[in-house]
């Protein structure tokens, strides 16, 4: 095995050629006449073969082969050969008791020029059924390369700036190679489908993709000399989550939070809800949490406009605690980081607070500093209120004379107390008073898992002429790219 490894910085400019620069550097380095033998013995290692299981069950497909190709059995003997356009089709037999054809066996199907069209979609490399009384499984074994030809246009619109794709592509590849014999069980690497990565084959190549394939040829990311669990997500709405607090588990050191300022322009950056009574106690009956009337809303969550480990109900029938997860699943929201918007208050913003701590001895030294996170990224842009979730509830407050003192993504682990709030506005431990709400509302921001990269800011970033290198650099802490050399 001849890999090159090579470090890579945050925030400093790179290019292809330091890359091979650094690449000839490590060669060098080897003692001179072992690499020279090895290049002789091998010039690289192949390509590696991917297994894509194609769609599950067939109960019927067929084979074209536009420049003509052949049929092999399981032993490597060409039983069939077909001309330019002509098909192989493959059917279960409806009559019972009638045998599937090359029933028990495996077939292979390759084309002349290394492409086949199977059912009506093109594919690169070529194809095995497995064929048993119940239908043929069908693997398209394919060089990795042009499996993500196939690969990133589903992954990233393929009109993304060059190295924003770049960064995919680099994403798209890692996932790829850690994940070979991940459907091992069915003689396959990885699926065809969202299970594993979205893969069309030639349908899906793009003029656009194809560079980017191309420039980043064998590199992937790797941590501890491990491919990295290259997680990403269309928009993190301002910040990522650690790994560890989405999904649980232990905490993996390149997939740690980070604050974005790039995704603020795109899509589903800033979200919101409202969900009608009559919604919101049908989807709760189907949790088996019932009531007629909501007088109150409020959040559980580690920290503002955070991941909401709860969201809680005040209810004629009492308390009642939902998962944030559930939330999010029940009415197919964006995200599970969410603040709510009760009793129909201005909501030209909403701040959520940590939870209020007792001690005055800890809140003191903050005094002079109210810390709230709010759906404004600028102080320039402070509201004339915001709506302030604190652990008794959610909380108005008028801008103060001398105006916000800090008015931004809330970070670390500065607290908000209803004493400091009440200082800043005489209006803010005013608790909503009414009868029952006729809706709920959620704003929230974000789309996705918010682990690892978030797609919205790479796009950006690419447009502000960051490498991909940076990119990827940005979203996952300490990795290194690794060129797999072939
Ligand atoms: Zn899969
Ligand atoms: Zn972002």
Redesign the pocket.
């Known amino acids: 095995m001849n890999r090159s490894e090579v470090k890579w910085f945050n925030n400093r400019p790179g290019s292809i050629s330091m890359l091979f620069l650094l690449i000839a550097v490590c060669i060098l380095l080897l003692p001179a006449s072992s690499a020279a033998a090895r290049r002789q013995a091998k010039a690289a290692d192949a390509e590696p073969i991917l297994r894509v299981k194609m769609g599950g069950n067939h109960t019927k497909f067929s084979v074209t082969f536009p420049d003509g190709g052949w049929l092999q059995n399981h032993r490597g003997r060409k039983i069939k050969t077909y001309r330019s356009g002509a098909t192989f089709s493959w059917s279960l037999p409806t009559k019972k008791g009638r045998r599937a054809e090359y029933r028990g066996e495996s077939i292979y199907l390759y084309g002349n020029k290394g492409v086949l069209k199977l059912n009506s979609s093109l594919y690169r490399g070529h194809l095995q059924a497995d064929v048993t009384d119940r239908g043929s499984r069908i693997i398209n074994h394919v060089g990795i390369e042009s499996y993500l030809r196939g690969v990133v246009g589903s992954e990233i619109g393929s009109l993304s700036p060059a190295e924003s794709l770049r960064a995919q592509t680099v994403i798209a590849r890692t996932y790829a190679y850690a994940s070979r014999g991940?459907?091992g069980s069915e003689g396959a690497d990885?699926?065809d489908?969202t299970?594993?990565q979205v893969y069309k084959g030639v349908a899906a190549e793009r003029a656009t993709i194809d560079p980017a394939v191309q420039a980043t040829r064998g590199i992937i990311m790797i941590s501890d000399g491990e491919p990295i669990a290259t997680l990403y997500h269309a928009s993190c709405g301002g910040m990522t989550s650690d790994n560890d607090k989405v999904y649980g588990g232990a905490p993996r050191s390149y997939l740690r939070r980070v604050i974005c300022p790039f995704c603020k322009d795109g899509t589903n950056y800033r979200w919101s809800r409202s969900i009608k009574m009559a919604d919101l106690t049908k989807a709760m009956r189907s949790e088996k949490v019932v009531f007629s009337r909501l007088y109150d809303a409020e959040i559980d969550a580690p920290g503002p406009m955070d991941r909401v480990t709860n969201l809680i109900l005040h209810t004629d029938t009492g308390i009642h605690k939902i998962r944030g997860t559930t939330v999010r699943r029940l009415f197919d929201l964006p995200s599970t980081t969410f603040v709510v918007g009760n009793r129909g208050l201005a909501r030209e913003a909403i701040a959520a607070a940590a939870p209020v701590k007792s001690s005055p001895d800890m809140i003191k030294p903050k005094m002079a500093t109210i810390r709230i996170a709010a759906l404004v990224d600028d102080a320039s842009e402070g509201p004339n209120q915001l709506m302030i979730l604190t652990a008794s509830g959610l909380k108005r407050t008028l801008r103060p004379e001398e105006g916000w003192q800090t008015i931004g993504l809330y970070q670390g682990d500065d607290t908000v107390s209803s004493e400091v709030i009440s200082r800043a506005a005489p209006e803010a431990n005013r608790r909503p008073t009414g009868g029952p709400l006729d809706q709920l509302q959620l704003f929230g921001r974000g789309y996705g898992h918010q682990v690892g990269l978030c797609q919205s800011g790479t796009i950006e970033m690419g447009k502000r002429n960051w490498s991909y290198r940076q990119i990827l650099a940005f979203y996952y802490s300490n990795v290194a790219l690794r060129s797999l050399d072939y």
């Open positions: 991940k459907h990885v699926c489908s299970h594993c």
